[in-house]
């Protein structure tokens, strides 16, 4: 047995609190059949650390996600709180992470399968198949740019500022990593900017027409963010790789998971350029549904984005691509044998959300002895 890898673990607010822990339960079983050992620290960040510290998350926490191999993470946010005008909000977590980890690439991947594409709002032939992922940059632009601020005129009328700001670096690392990522799949990257406008949009398409040159087997297209917005309904097949800025970003893979249909079984991947102890990225991990209170503390909640996002952490941050495999493969045989919550099983005996990670991880164990 190596020596353990440090996982931070916050399984946040909602749903977070009953998903993550199965998708801990997966990790220990792979764990234990592959002989890799795992140290979890738990912590708290969102509201359940604005209740507790009256911070979103604490700077030794930050730490301690720092010197990890990976963070494991749930949710944030209670919609059912969210007033505009809150002093401290829950999100400041995230963005703090993403920021102070340089967590730069966030990956997205939108995947139908022929099990999901029933499940689509859009019609089956236009999405069956469609794989494609949405590479957004994660720590630049108008989520970060200064002046951002508020004030009154002394008219008494109300202004406010963002600043969409972007570097020749932080533009050039992410379209990098976008060909580099386009290179193990389809070879084919759309870079999404809206140059007729923004000036920051034409230093992006700039900056991506030279990297694009130095991938001279990666076919580089550039579209604009509107007409994305209406090609990725009306033909998402034609997309592989997508890359984007980070607000753009926000929005079309909001858009993205709904071509599944089912945004509660995406995980993502939020990784930077440092690589941890295992010699591969520092990455954080989450399932892209949010803490969907609605549903939160009634054991319902389907784990498979958690269990995903596991998956991705294996595969990524660990550099262990065996294993992240055993547990995909486990959650598609789960889903296969309708051995899922009631968000799939809409007619039969559903499972709890611990009942469903237990199948996964027994699952698991068979997979690794085979
Ligand atoms: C996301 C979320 C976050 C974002 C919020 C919660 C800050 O919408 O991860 O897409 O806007 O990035
Ligand atoms: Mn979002």
């Known amino acids: 047995m190596t020596a353990p890898y440090r996982i931070a673990v916050i399984p946040g607010d909602g749903i977070g609190q009953e998903v993550v822990p199965e998708a801990v339960k997966a990790l220990n079983a792979i764990g234990d059949a592959c002989g890799h050992a795992f140290e979890f620290q738990e912590m708290l960040a969102g509201w359940v650390a604005i209740d ?3 911070t979103p998350i604490r700077d030794e926490d930050l730490e301690v996600c720092k010197r990890s191999h990976a963070i494991l993470f749930g949710a944030n946010g209670d919609p059912r709180r969210d007033e505009i005008s809150v002093p401290v909000r829950p999100e400041r977590a995230l963005l703090r992470i993403r920021k102070e980890l340089q967590l ?25 198949g469609v794989d494609l992922v949405v590479v957004r940059e994660l720590t630049g632009g108008i989520y970060y740019g200064e002046p951002s601020r ?18 020749e670096t932080e533009i050039r690392r992410i379209i990098s990593y976008a060909c580099e990522l386009a290179r193990t799949r389809g070879s084919h990257v759309a870079s999404v900017d809206k140059a007729n406008v923004l000036s920051s949009s034409r230093l992006w ?26 090609l990725l309904i009306r033909e998402p097949k034609r997309f592989d790789v997508i890359v984007t800025e980070n607000m753009f970003g926000d929005i079309l893979t909001d858009e993205a998971a709904q071509l599944t249909g089912s945004i509660g079984l995406l995980p993502s991947a ?6 941890n102890e295992a010699g591969h990225r520092l990455g954080f991990y989450e399932p892209i549904h949010g803490s969907a209170p609605d549903i939160a503390g009634k054991g319902i909640a389907n784990p498979t984005a958690a269990i995903l996002s596991a998956a991705l952490l294996l595969r ?43 199948v996964i991880a027994a699952h698991i164990k068979e997979a690794a002895a085979a």
């Open 52 to 54: 507790a510290y009256g």
């Open 104 to 128: 730069f690439a966030n990956l997205r991947p939108v995947r139908v399968t022929p099990e999901l594409a029933p499940v689509s709002p859009l019609k089956q032939d236009l999405v069956e």
């Open 150 to 167: 508020r004030w009154q005129d002394e008219d008494g009328e109300r202004r406010a500022v963002d600043t969409l700001l972007y570097s």
């Open 205 to 230: 398409r700039e900056i991506a027409m030279e990297v694009a040159a130095e991938y001279p087997d990666v076919t580089v297209e550039h579209v604009l963010v509107d007409a994305m917005a209406m």
């Open 270 to 275: 939020s990784l930077g350029a440092e690589s």
């Open 316 to 358: 990524n941050s660990l550099g262990l691509e065996k294993e992240a495999a055993i547990v995909e493969s486990a959650v598609a045989r789960a889903l296969r044998e309708r051995k899922a919550t009631a968000d799939i099983v809409r007619d039969g005996p559903a499972l709890t959300t611990t009942q469903m990670g237990d």
